[in-house]
């Protein structure tokens, strides 16, 4: 087994074919993006749990700024709105409470998300969890939508793997969230394929070796614009830029979620080999697709020096897809590159070049 493809050689992972059944059942790819069959605009990425932690970490450096409060709210109001739009709606009458606590762990099983229970009263406990404010999230999340009531929260990690979620009743009337939409446009998704199959894990499932989970994008879009009044931190090195976005305080938080992106990637020890410009579709199509990233449609020189074009008809989120392919970039080239975004008619067109021209 030649030593640069370690991602396929997994010996020692069993195919989960239960899961990969109910996963494929519920989401498929549509224009390189899994979406929820019974649902419209419910896109989730295949993110890999290490990789998030690495992610939410580097963010939090580069921003300067401690984030895990804005995460919590975030993934509450997008646990809340996730279970009202489900399609299989959660078993009514008197004697349902473990009816329905079963129904939500079926979801947070498919979703790789971990297990929820009720300790005491006003006590919950997320185990096998992600990560832990995004658990203390879901978990609030979840009960106000099980128990009709509103609470406020605060969680408390007890190791690794679990936390503790303390509710307490909020006298507000329960809202339901809005739905947080991409502001970038959208083409009209297609159909591209199935759900890939995933392999077992004690923890939930995994995919190429990793444990990993579905990341919803309406989560990411609402951290998002939970930290964009808080982010300061700007960059002069030119090193990312997004083309059309009107809103500087948004092109602060999309540039750290790139650099954030490029980093953890950086991080592993995959390869990247990057002989002719055709090799990217190979890379797009391995690396990228099947996690629900976006799928390629064209690709262009765009120097003498190894800079491309590339465009894709649809992405998972712009900054998220820009910092994987500067991360690609430079692991194949060995030096440092820059990359720049822009929506041109409606597809999303990406610019990787080094970032020193070469004499």
């Known amino acids: ?77 997008h646990e809340t709105l996730h279970l009202m739009n489900r399609k299989v709606s959660p078993p009514r009458g008197f004697f349902s409470k473990k009816k329905r606590i079963n129904w939500l762990l079926e979801d947070w099983q498919e979703r790789g998300i971990g297990s929820l229970k009720e300790i005491d009263e006003g006590n919950l406990q997320v185990s096998e969890q992600v990560q832990s404010a995004m658990a203390g999230g879901q978990a609030a999340g979840a009960w106000e939508f099980l128990t009709s009531k509103r609470y406020r929260f605060r969680w408390e990690q007890v190791d690794a793997s679990k936390t503790n979620i303390i509710l307490d009743d909020d006298p507000r009337e329960a809202q339901p969230p809005r739905k947080v939409m991409p502001i970038w446009k ?9 759900f890939v199959d995933v392999d077992s894990h004690p923890n939930g499932w995994e995919f190429r070796g990793n444990r990993s989970f579905l990341l919803g994008r ?27 976005l009107d809103d500087s305080s948004r092109e602060l938080v999309w540039n750290i979620f790139a650099r954030g992106q490029m980093h953890t990637y950086l991080k592993g020890d995959d390869h990247v080999l990057i002989d002719e410009v055709e090799r990217w579709k190979e890379i797009v199509s391995f690396r990228l697709t099947p996690t629900g990233m976006g799928e390629l449609i064209e690709v262009n020189e765009f120097d003498q020096h190894g800079g491309v ?43 990787i070049c080094g970032r020193h021209i070469l004499a």
């Open 1 to 77: 087994m030649a030593h640069n493809m370690p991602i396929i050689d997994v010996p020692d992972s069993i195919h989960d074919s239960e899961m990969s059944q109910r996963l494929s059942m519920r989401f498929s790819l549509q224009s390189g993006l899994y979406n929820e069959i019974s649902q419209t605009g419910s896109i989730h990425l295949i993110q890999s749990v290490d990789g998030f932690l690495d992610w939410f970490n580097l963010i939090e450096e580069l921003s300067h700024k401690p984030l895990g409060r804005r995460l919590a709210h975030a993934a509450a109001d």
């Open 218 to 244: 309406e989560l990411i879009l609402r951290f998002e614009d939970e930290i964009l009044p808080h982010i300061e931190r700007t960059f002069d090195d030119g090193l990312v830029i997004f083309n059309g």
């Open 186 to 194: 959208e083409n009209n998704l297609h159909s591209s394929g199935k």
């Open 309 to 351: 074009k590339l465009t894709f008809e649809q992405v998972y989120h712009p900054a998220f897809v820009l910092g994987m392919l500067m991360g690609f970039w430079q692991r194949a080239y060995g030096r440092d590159c820059r990359g720049e975004w822009v929506n041109e008619s409606n597809n999303h067109v990406f610019i």
